[in-house]
């Protein structure tokens, strides 16, 4: 499997663009999650999928921030209009409920990232 | 508001030598995940322990889970250079996991 998927790696824009984030999970999983990441705040959970439905955008830091999941193999992050406060790693993670070693397990698989800078 | 937090924030040793990051959280949880990254990376998954176990081993890591006082440890025996990363804690709430700061590793040859 070639394991959690994002797009683009790397992002720079200016403020006040549209930047849209690309994730592709892990086949078969069921679960997708997106999280931000900055020295100043850790890692962060900004919102979560369960058969692409989502389930808490809980984390999500305001109305500039939307998610999507039209199916099965990919979900967007969309940040619009981009904010320099925004720029950030953005991880995508993917998993699955299942029964392993005596109990049920849910690891998280991670993407590589994507890492936008917003001038 | 985070729910794992690791303590150290940042170790440094010398290779061959034992590493314990602990953790500690807040609410009740279902079990409790051990992630590392390396820099610029993603996290990966190391172990997992639930909320009815009190240890776990996978090759050099001993993870111990104290559901009484909420909190966890982990351990990694005889550390190599390339074991140089950071490290988190996530108790799974819910559906979901919260994640710590981590602790920084550096493990020097």
């Known amino acids: 499997d070639a394991g959690v998927i994002q797009s683009p790696r790397h992002e720079v824009t200016e403020m006040g663009q549209e930047v849209t984030l690309r994730c592709k999970p892990i086949s078969g999983h069921d679960y997708l999650f997106w999280y931000r990441q900055t020295m100043m705040r850790g890692l962060e959970l900004l919102i979560y999928f369960n058969n692409n439905v989502p389930i808490d955008d809980s984390g999500m830091p305001e109305d500039r921030f939307s998610a999507k999941m039209p199916n099965a193999s990919f979900s967007t992050l969309k940040i619009q209009p981009s904010e320099p406060r925004d720029s950030a790693v953005y991880f995508c993670?993917?998993?699955?409920?299942?029964?392993?070693?005596?109990?049920?397990?849910?690891?998280?698989?991670f993407g590589p990232g994507t890492r936008l800078t917003v001038l | 508001s985070q729910q794992g937090e690791e303590d150290p924030q940042a170790l440094s040793i010398q290779e061959g030598e034992n590493a314990t990051m602990n953790c500690s959280y807040k609410t009740s949880i279902n079990n409790l995940q051990w992630y590392r990254q390396n820099s610029g990376r993603g996290l990966v998954h190391l172990i997992l322990i639930r909320s009815n176990e009190r240890e776990k081993h996978s090759g050099r890591l001993r993870v111990t889970l104290d559901t009484s006082k909420k909190s966890s440890s982990l351990l990694i025996t005889a550390s190599r250079a390339a074991d140089t990363a950071s490290y988190f804690c996530a108790p799974r709430d819910y559906n979901k996991l919260i994640f710590g700061a981590g602790t920084r590793l550096a493990v020097h040859p």
């Open positions: 993670a993917s998993s699955t409920l299942r029964w392993a070693s005596g109990g049920l397990t849910d690891t998280q698989y």
